[in-house]
C-alpha cells in the first residue's frame, strides 16, 4: 500500500500539471509494477482518474472552459460506455499493444505542432468547429476513455487543441472536467462485466493521486505554455515506449 500510495502523489502530480497523465500511467503502473491484470488495471484506473481529476480542478477552476468541457463530456459518455463494453472482449496483451501505438501517434502529432508554435500570451480561442465534428470527436474520445480504462485526458487536450481551437492551458484545465465525468461512466459501464478490482491497491493509489492533484494545479500556472505541451508530449512517447518494453 506504501508504494501504491508514493506512485499515486507522482502521477496525481501530473495530472495536476498537464490535465492528462492519470490512466496512461495508472494502467502501465498498476500491470507492470503492483501485479494486476490489464483488464482490471483498466477498471481500476478509471476510480483513480475520476477521482484525481475532480480534486485537480479545484486548483484550475478558472481556467476551466465549462461550456465546452460539458458539450465534449457529454459526448465521450456515450462513446465510454461503448468502449467499456468491448474492452473486456479483446486480450490483454493485445489491449496493451493498441494503448502503447494510439499513445506514439498522438504524442508524434503534439510534437510537431509544439515544436512549431510559439509561446505567446494565450486567450480561449473563438474560433468553433462544426458541431459535428464535435460530437464525433467527443464520441472518439469517449470510446478510447473506455476501451483503455483511462480518464481520457491523453485524448481530450489533443481534441481540445485540434477541434476546437483552445490553448493548451484552458484545453488541460478543460480536460479535468471531461475527465470526471467519462471516467465515471465508464466505470458504471462495466458493472457486470466481471472484472475485479482490487480495491485495497485502488484507494490507496487514488488517495495519494488526488493530493498529488491538489500540487500539481499552481504548478501548471507557472509554466510556459510551449514547455506544456512538450512535458504532455514528452509523457505520451515516454509512457508508450515503456509499455511497448514491458508488453514485448
Given at each position: 500500500?506504501?508504494?501504491?500510495?508514493?506512485i499515486g502523489?507522482?502521477v496525481?502530480?501530473?495530472v495536476?500539471?498537464?490535465?492528462a497523465g492519470?490512466?496512461?500511467?495508472a494502467?502501465?503502473?498498476?500491470?507492470?509494477?503492483?501485479?494486476?491484470?490489464?483488464?482490471?488495471a483498466?477498471?481500476?484506473?478509471?476510480?483513480i482518474?475520476?477521482?484525481?481529476?475532480?480534486?485537480?480542478?479545484a486548483?484550475r477552476?478558472?481556467?476551466?472552459?465549462?461550456?465546452?468541457?460539458?458539450?465534449?463530456?457529454?459526448?465521450?459518455i456515450?462513446?465510454a460506455v461503448?468502449?467499456?463494453?468491448i474492452?473486456p472482449?479483446?486480450?490483454?496483451?493485445i489491449?496493451?499493444?493498441l494503448?502503447s501505438?494510439l499513445?506514439f501517434?498522438?504524442?508524434?502529432?503534439m510534437?510537431?505542432?509544439?515544436l512549431?508554435?510559439?509561446?505567446?500570451?494565450?486567450?480561449?480561442s473563438?474560433?468553433?468547429?462544426?458541431l459535428?465534428?464535435?460530437?464525433?470527436?467527443a464520441?472518439?474520445?469517449?470510446?478510447?476513455?473506455?476501451?483503455?480504462?483511462?480518464?481520457?485526458?491523453?485524448?481530450?487536450?489533443?481534441?481540445?487543441i485540434?477541434?476546437?481551437?483552445?490553448?493548451?492551458?484552458?484545453?488541460s484545465?478543460?480536460?479535468l472536467?471531461v475527465?470526471?465525468?467519462t471516467?465515471l461512466?465508464g466505470?458504471?459501464?462495466?458493472?457486470?462485466?466481471?472484472?475485479?478490482?482490487?480495491?485495497?491497491?485502488t484507494?490507496?493509489?487514488?488517495i495519494a493521486?488526488m493530493?498529488?492533484g491538489?500540487?500539481?494545479?499552481?504548478?501548471?500556472?507557472?509554466?510556459?505554455?510551449?514547455a506544456?505541451?512538450?512535458?504532455?508530449?514528452?509523457?505520451?512517447?515516454?509512457?508508450?515506449?515503456?509499455?511497448?518494453?514491458?508488453t514485448?
Amino acid at each position: 500500500m506504501i508504494f501504491a500510495s508514493l506512485i499515486g502523489i507522482t502521477v496525481g502530480v501530473i495530472v495536476g500539471v498537464l490535465g492528462a497523465g492519470g490512466g496512461i500511467l495508472a494502467v502501465p503502473i498498476l500491470v507492470h509494477l503492483l501485479g494486476q491484470s490489464p483488464h482490471s488495471a483498466t477498471a481500476e484506473s478509471l476510480v483513480i482518474v475520476g477521482l484525481t481529476a475532480l480534486i485537480a480542478m479545484a486548483s484550475r477552476w478558472h481556467s476551466i472552459q465549462f461550456k465546452e468541457g460539458f458539450i465534449f463530456a457529454f459526448g465521450a459518455i456515450a462513446g465510454a460506455v461503448i468502449g467499456s463494453r468491448i474492452s473486456p472482449l479483446v486480450d490483454g496483451r493485445i489491449l496493451l499493444i493498441l494503448f502503447s501505438l494510439l499513445l506514439f501517434c498522438i504524442g508524434a502529432t503534439m510534437l510537431v505542432k509544439a515544436l512549431r508554435s510559439r509561446d505567446t500570451q494565450e486567450q480561449p480561442s473563438p474560433e468553433r468547429k462544426p458541431l459535428h465534428t464535435i460530437i464525433l470527436a467527443a464520441l472518439g474520445t469517449g470510446l478510447l476513455t473506455g476501451f483503455f480504462g483511462v480518464g481520457g485526458g491523453f485524448v481530450v487536450v489533443p481534441a481540445l487543441i485540434f477541434v476546437l481551437g483552445m490553448p493548451i492551458r484552458f484545453a488541460s484545465a478543460t480536460s479535468l472536467l471531461v475527465m470526471a465525468l467519462t471516467a465515471l461512466s465508464g466505470l458504471i459501464a462495466r458493472i457486470g462485466t466481471d472484472v475485479p478490482i482490487d480495491w485495497n491497491v485502488t484507494l490507496a493509489f487514488a488517495i495519494a493521486s488526488m493530493l498529488g492533484g491538489l500540487l500539481g494545479g499552481p504548478i501548471s500556472k507557472k509554466m510556459p505554455a510551449k514547455a506544456l505541451s512538450l512535458a504532455f508530449v514528452s509523457l505520451l512517447l515516454c509512457v508508450a515506449a515503456f509499455t511497448a518494453i514491458m508488453t514485448f
